[in-house]
Each structure stands twice: as structure tokens, then as C-alpha cells.
């Protein structure tokens, strides 16, 4: 069993769909970190949210943390097939070392 | 651009080879990692230093050393590679404890 679960695994929806992946845990987070990859390449940052609450908006992508930040969301609106990738949450807890926990990840697919 | 690169980018190694990844930074970051990233598995931590000779262990430690003789440089070695090893290494810098991680390009190592 993970420490932070994502769900779901896989989605493959249409272009101009809306979507929401979620990333649940049962530990608190000092932050919580939202990476895309992309085949072939490594995971790129897209946002850290840290505060309890937190709603952050990159253009058609919104991301929340939870109030007691144990859980996170990120929701695609109109999700374009530019959007496809793996989509990885990744938390830091302060009394684990400098050490990020990831999920284990969302593979979207977005068909035109 | 966070001048992170990686080497070899691809590798096919024999059973019971010796095999060393390397990772190349340009930044002068204090921390780095290397992950190991698998389907269905997502990133998961090999080990991580977080200054030169200053190295600790991750998740997934057996049967991986590393070595840091210089700021600049973060090596793993599979002493003995074994098929469980083929996968995709990431190598990763944090920029200061708490903030996020930017990766290198990866290494996909086939281990025959």
C-alpha cells in the first residue's frame, strides 16, 4: 500500500472533457507537489500548494489541498490532447527527511 | 532548466554486470536523489545525498551504492545488476529542504 494513492490509474477521455484526478492519503503534508512527465522525458513541476485549503490555477488546470492536508486534487477543464501524460502528486512531510513521497500516478489520455 | 543531466541515457547490461549511473548538476544544489521508476509502481526512492560523502539510504536501497566525491556529481552503481534492476533511473535535485524537485532526462537500463 502506497502512502499517497492516486486514482484513477488510467482515464481516457475526449478533448473537451472535463476531469479530476485525486491523490489521498492518510498522513499530513507540510506541502503536496503536482509533476507531469511526459514519455521519455522526467517528471516537470506544474505547482506546490502548502496551506491547509489552498486553491492554485494554471490556465485550464486548478489544484486543491486538502484542509487537513492529507489529500490533494487536480482538475483539468476542457482537457486538450496536450494534456496527455502521467500525472505524479508527490508529498514532503517535515519528520521524514528531505525526502518526497509519490504517488503512484495518473495516465491520462486525451483523444481529439 | 534546471541543469540536471544524466549518463548513459540508455544501457543493456548482462546479469551480474557492474553498472554505474551518473548525475550531473550545474547549480551547485546541496541535495540530490535517484529514483527508480517502474509501471504500476510509480517513483520510488533509491537513496539520496545531501552533501558530498553525506549519503542515506530510500525505499528501495538493496543492491544499490552511491557515491558523492564532488557537489557536482551523484553516482549509482549496481554492484551486481540483476533483472529485478531493469527499470527507468531518475536522478532529481532539491533545491533547499521543502522545495520542490526538478529531475534529469532518466536512464533506461535493460538488465539482460
Known amino acids: 500500500t502506497q502512502l499517497l494513492e492516486q486514482s484513477p490509474q488510467f482515464l481516457s477521455i475526449q478533448e473537451g472533457e472535463n476531469l479530476t484526478v485525486y491523490c489521498n492519503s492518510s498522513s499530513v503534508f507540510s506541502s503536496l507537489q503536482w509533476y507531469r512527465q511526459e514519455p521519455g522525458e522526467g517528471p516537470v513541476l506544474l505547482v506546490t500548494v502548502v496551506t491547509g485549503g489552498e486553491v492554485k490555477k494554471l490556465k485550464r488546470l486548478t489544484f486543491q489541498f486538502g484542509d487537513a492536508r492529507k489529500d490533494s486534487s487536480l482538475h483539468i477543464t476542457a482537457a486538450q490532447p496536450g494534456d496527455t501524460g502521467l500525472y505524479l502528486c508527490?508529498?514532503?512531510?517535515?519528520?521524514?527527511?528531505?525526502?518526497?513521497?509519490f504517488g503512484g500516478g495518473t495516465r491520462l489520455m486525451v483523444k481529439p | 532548466d534546471a541543469g540536471i543531466t544524466q549518463s548513459p541515457r540508455h544501457k543493456v547490461t548482462e546479469t551480474g554486470t557492474p553498472v554505474t549511473l551518473r548525475c550531473h548538476q550545474t547549480?551547485?544544489?546541496?541535495?540530490m536523489y535517484w529514483y527508480r521508476q517502474d509501471p504500476g509502481h510509480g517513483l520510488r526512492l533509491i537513496h539520496y545525498s545531501y552533501g558530498v560523502k553525506d549519503t542515506d539510504k530510500g525505499e528501495v536501497s538493496d543492491g544499490y551504492s552511491v557515491s558523492r566525491s564532488k557537489t557536482e556529481d551523484f553516482l549509482l552503481t549496481l554492484e551486481s545488476a540483476t533483472s529485478s534492476q531493469t527499470s527507468v533511473y531518475f536522478c532529481?535535485?532539491?533545491?533547499?529542504?521543502?522545495?520542490?524537485?526538478?529531475f534529469g532526462p532518466g536512464t533506461r537500463l535493460t538488465v539482460t
Open positions: 547549480e551547485n544544489h546541496r541535495y
Open positions: 532529481a535535485i532539491m533545491a533547499n529542504p521543502g522545495n520542490e524537485q526538478y
Open positions: 508527490a508529498g514532503f512531510r517535515n519528520n521524514a527527511g528531505n525526502m518526497l513521497t
